[in-house]
């Protein structure tokens, strides 16, 4: 079945940085566009960022633009989130979406 499986979350102080991975299977990965969305407390989950098949093309939220770089190994089945510069607003539950299945995702929290 499909499984996408997020890890690399955890607390870190404003300005820094995280690499957030999401390890797939159960699916064709490599013909699947992915994405990353994000649900902060009392929030509604939002977009983060998207990517297409082979990586050529990429979307990112206004909040996130020149912050986040989203990217994919179609050899690992596995999607990345390089965040950098992190602010106290980026506190969320991150999770990766893709091949019609959803990972349970894993917290970010931004704080001095």
């Known amino acids: 079945q499909v499984q996408l499986v997020e890890s690399g979350g955890g607390l870190v102080q404003p300005g820094g940085s995280l690499r957030l991975a999401c390890a797939t299977s159960g699916f064709a990965f490599s013909s699947s566009g992915m994405s990353w969305y994000r649900q902060a407390p009392g929030k509604e989950r939002e977009l983060v960022a998207v990517?297409?098949?082979?990586?050529?093309?990429?979307y990112y939220a206004d909040s996130v633009k020149g912050r986040f770089t989203i990217s994919r190994d179609n050899a690992k089945n596995t999607m990345y989130l390089q965040m950098n510069s992190l602010k106290p607003e980026d506190t969320a539950v991150y999770y990766c979406?893709?091949?019609?299945?959803w990972g349970q995702g894993t917290l970010v929290t931004v704080s001095s």
């Open positions: 990517i297409n098949t082979f990586g050529h093309s990429t």
């Open positions: 979406t893709g091949g019609n299945g």
